[in-house]
């Protein structure tokens, strides 16, 4: 089965700078890779999602890249603010519907 | 839109207690189910998913089963409750049109 591993599992950033979260992937089939926003005693939020036909997709300060030939996919999230303190999951799936495979989880803080 | 109600909020139990959680799901019909469940700290593991009513498929074998007596009712049961089945469990539904839509969520303490 897929296999999806995340680093680094924390990240400490001064507002401001940003963050770069990096998942790597096992199941070449994989075609549609979300990533996940959780704060704390919530539930996981769909921050921002990209399909294997495209290699970049952006929405304001996050953005998305993947690598199909590497199999990895890394979240960047620009110009960092405090409430983007949470945890954050990269996820991958054969397609949008079918069942998620999720990395470990990246405990982000932004430090004011 | 597509809503998952999930209930209780949170739980407290003694070992070798009996346990079912509850999800819902409005606007949507024949959606595929997923359970996950969250140590604390941890990530999230797949423990069950159902294509449709009765049909359940286990990712890891364990102390819980799940059951999906209605096409929008999915239930997660344990006769005998362990510690390390304490967590925080989530149900999950294909949103619209990508991702999931996750439940509230059930923080469960065994005792």
């Known amino acids: 089965g897929e296999n999806v591993e995340q680093h680094p599992s924390t990240l400490s950033v001064q507002e401001g700078d940003s963050a770069v979260i990096k998942c790597t992937y096992s199941d070449s089939a994989s075609n549609y890779f979300p990533w996940y926003k959780q704060e704390l005693g919530k539930r996981p939020q769909l921050i921002i999602d990209i399909r294997s036909n495209v290699g970049e997709k952006k929405d304001q300060r996050i953005a998305v890249t993947l690598n199909k030939t590497a199999k990895h996919f890394s979240l960047h999230i620009t110009e960092t603010q405090p409430e983007d303190s949470a945890v954050y999951f990269c996820?991958?799936?054969?397609?949008?519907?079918?069942?998620?495979?999720f990395g470990g989880g990246t405990r982000v803080l932004v430090k004011p | 839109s597509q809503t998952i109600h999930q209930w209780p909020a949170t739980l407290v139990q003694p070992v070798g207690s009996p346990l079912s959680l509850e999800c819902t799901v409005e606007?949507?019909?024949?959606?595929?189910l997923y359970w996950y469940r969250q140590a604390a700290g941890r990530g999230l593991q797949l423990l069950f998913y159902s294509v449709g009513i009765g049909q359940i498929s286990s990712e890891v074998p364990q102390n819980l089963s799940a059951s999906r007596p209605q096409d929008r009712q999915f239930i997660l049961s344990s006769k005998k409750l362990l510690l390390s089945d304490s967590g925080f469990y989530l149900c999950?539904?294909?949103?619209?049109?990508?991702?999931?839509?996750f439940g509230s969520g059930t923080r469960l303490t065994v005792v």
């Open positions: 996820a991958a799936s054969g397609a949008a519907g079918n069942k998620l495979t």
């Open positions: 606007g949507t019909s024949n959606p595929n």
């Open positions: 999950a539904s294909p949103g619209s049109p990508y991702g999931y839509t």
